[in-house]
């Protein structure tokens, strides 16, 4: 069986900038990681390799840098990686990424189950694995939290639910969105890390995957961010030392100042 693993390098700091003209966060240059939701996805993928065979593989919608975070999930036991990247792409919301994403899967073409994180730290939308099965027009769960059956065109799962769990019967080819319970990543093997350094990481532009430049990027984004900006911090904090007593005498003549 053929597993594809959707994963997002997300800025890996809290000092992040915005881009003035577009409203979309600016990545060159800013240190990164794999998105944290998306490691329960690779290890998940990994995890299915080891039980039903086959192969598993990374793909990433991203600048030049995303290649680092590819290059990770090969030492954690990902088979091949892909990075899908081109100007054309540049912010791209999630309905364009999902197609781009569709567009590069269906290249790919020999696949079983696609696997992505329930949501990215910096979008926190969640948005892009239902996108993925719209356009690819193959079955979807999301929360799954845990794969109880998996065989030639057929998968049960269990699913995170605010009363438990279901579980659910679906075809494959699919696509699923997992949590954090559904498993432990692993770290890096020293055998995964020295293959990681040679591997050979295709890069697929809008043209390798015949994407209609016009539904991707700004351009193909129907989300618009009006406006975006910091909140201001308006209020100050003091901390009162001493023994109990004296903080308590402290904070009443603190208290009185203010009415």
Request: proline fraction near 5%.
């Amino acid at each position: 069986m053929n597993f594809v693993v959707c994963i997002k390098q997300v800025p890996g700091t809290t000092d992040i900038k915005i881009d003035p003209e577009t409203n979309t966060l600016v990545r060159e240059g800013v240190p990164s990681v794999i998105n944290p939701f998306d490691t329960y996805a690779l290890e998940e993928g990994v995890r299915l390799k080891e039980r039903c065979g086959g192969k598993v593989t990374a793909i990433s919608m991203g600048p030049p840098q995303a290649e680092e975070a590819l290059r990770e999930t090969i030492s954690l036991g990902i088979d091949e990686a892909i990075l899908i990247s081109d100007r054309a792409f540049a912010g791209s919301d999630t309905w364009a990424t999902s197609y781009v994403l569709s567009k590069a899967i269906t290249k790919i073409a020999d696949y079983d189950l696609i696997i992505c994180g329930r949501q990215t730290l910096d979008g926190d939308t969640g948005q892009v694995g239902p996108g993925l099965s719209e356009m690819l027009g193959v079955p979807f769960v999301a929360y799954v939290s845990k794969i109880e059956e998996i065989k030639e065109g057929y998968l049960k799962v269990q699913r995170m639910v605010e009363e438990g769990y279901e579980t659910m019967e679906m075809s494959l080819p699919a696509v699923i969105t997992v949590v954090k319970e559904i498993n432990v990543p692993r770290l890096p093997s020293l055998r995964g890390s020295m293959k990681a350094k040679t591997a050979q990481i295709p890069v697929w532009t809008a043209e390798d995957i015949s994407a209609d430049t016009d539904k991707a990027g700004l351009t193909g984004s129907p989300t618009r961010v009006v406006k975006i900006f910091f909140p201001q911090r308006t209020h100050k904090s003091e901390m009162l030392q001493g023994s109990t007593e004296l903080q308590v005498t402290q904070l009443m003549e603190k208290l009185e100042e203010i009415i």
